[in-house]
């Protein structure tokens, strides 16, 4: 069954500090990955995706993301957080037929930022 | 901004009532698609559109109906509502071509859907 599993639910960084938050899915073939954040009262952004290619894809936000195959994971990192990253992030997996996917979510990591 | 948008984005309302909620998709966008993000169930996906007819359907309950009309806009009926209905839906909008471009998938701001 295709999943995709966000091992913490919420993390707390201070500001300035690195940020990792991990994404592991399960699907039948490569899929196509995405992150997505939700701040506070906010509709879902579209961080960034990958597609194929260069495993490690750039975001807006200064956000990153690398995809290891081995690990089924796609891990969202970030080197210096702002306390305006503080929301909720979602990883999603998808393959459609352009235009007929639908994205499966993972429950979410919450961060918050301390001062 | 997305370019999906998304009325109202805020509505209280009496269980056992009806309400409708309305997108309209990115310029362009012949697909759309609605989810429902709870507390408890986190973001599920709803159904799915393509050019006025359904194309994917995940789990949406049989109270509850969409369509897509002409011009692209989509609704989302909701009746007899319960109180676990409350939720905040969303809807989201992508291209009809295959590959990435057909996968990426914008979402509006949502509407918070409250049943007292």
Same mark, same amino acid.
């Given at each position: 069954?295709?999943?995709? !599993?966000?091992?913490?639910?919420?993390?707390?960084? =201070?500001? %300035?500090?690195? $940020?990792? +938050?991990?994404?592991? #899915?399960?699907? *039948?073939? !490569?899929?196509?990955?995405?992150?997505?954040?939700? =701040?506070? %009262?906010?509709? $879902?952004? +579209?961080?960034?995706? #990958?597609?194929? *290619?260069? !495993?490690?894809?750039?975001?807006?936000?200064?956000?990153?993301?690398?995809?290891?195959?081995?690990?089924?994971?796609?891990?969202?990192?970030?080197?210096?957080?702002?306390?305006?990253?503080?929301?909720?992030?979602?990883?999603?997996?998808?393959?459609?037929?352009?235009?007929?996917?639908?994205?499966?979510?993972?429950?979410?990591?919450?961060?918050?930022?301390?001062? | 901004?997305?370019?999906?948008?998304?009325?109202?984005?805020?509505?209280?309302?009496?269980?056992?009532?009806?309400?409708?909620?309305?997108?309209?998709?990115?310029?362009?966008?012949?697909?759309?698609?609605?989810?429902?993000?709870?507390?408890?169930?986190?973001?599920?996906?709803?159904?799915?559109?393509?050019?006025?007819?359904?194309?994917?359907?995940?789990?949406?309950?049989?109270?509850?109906?969409?369509?897509?009309?002409?011009?692209?806009?989509?609704?989302?009926?909701?009746?007899?509502?319960?109180?676990?209905?409350?939720?905040?839906?969303?809807?989201?909008?992508?291209?009809?071509?295959?590959?990435?471009?057909?996968?990426?998938?914008?979402?509006?701001?949502?509407?918070?859907?409250?049943?007292?």
């Amino acid at each position: 069954a295709q999943s995709v !599993t966000q091992p913490d639910i919420h993390i707390t960084v =201070s500001e %300035g500090a690195s $940020l990792e +938050l991990r994404c592991n #899915y399960s699907y *039948g073939a !490569t899929p196509y990955l995405f992150w997505y954040v939700q =701040s506070p %009262g906010q509709g $879902l952004q +579209l961080l960034l995706k #990958y597609f194929s *290619g260069d !495993t490690l894809v750039q975001g807006i936000k200064g956000f990153e993301a690398e995809f290891k195959r081995s690990q089924s994971s796609f891990n969202l990192r970030k080197p210096s957080v702002h306390w305006s990253d503080a929301a909720e992030y979602f990883c999603a997996v998808g393959r459609g037929q352009g235009g007929y996917n639908k994205l499966i979510f993972g429950a979410g990591t919450r961060l918050a930022v301390h001062p | 901004d997305s370019g999906v948008t998304q009325t109202p984005k805020h509505l209280i309302t009496a269980t056992g009532q009806r309400v409708t909620l309305r997108c309209s998709p990115r310029s362009g966008d012949l697909s759309v698609y609605w989810y429902q993000q709870s507390l408890d169930q986190g973001l599920q996906f709803l159904i799915q559109y393509y050019n006025g007819e359904e194309r994917a359907k995940g789990n949406i309950l049989e109270r509850f109906s969409a369509q897509q009309f002409p011009d692209l806009h989509s609704e989302l009926n909701l009746s007899s509502l319960e109180l676990g209905d409350s939720a905040l839906y969303f809807c989201a909008s992508s291209v009809a071509t295959p590959g990435p471009s057909g996968n990426t998938i914008y979402f509006g701001e949502g509407s918070w859907l409250t049943v007292v």
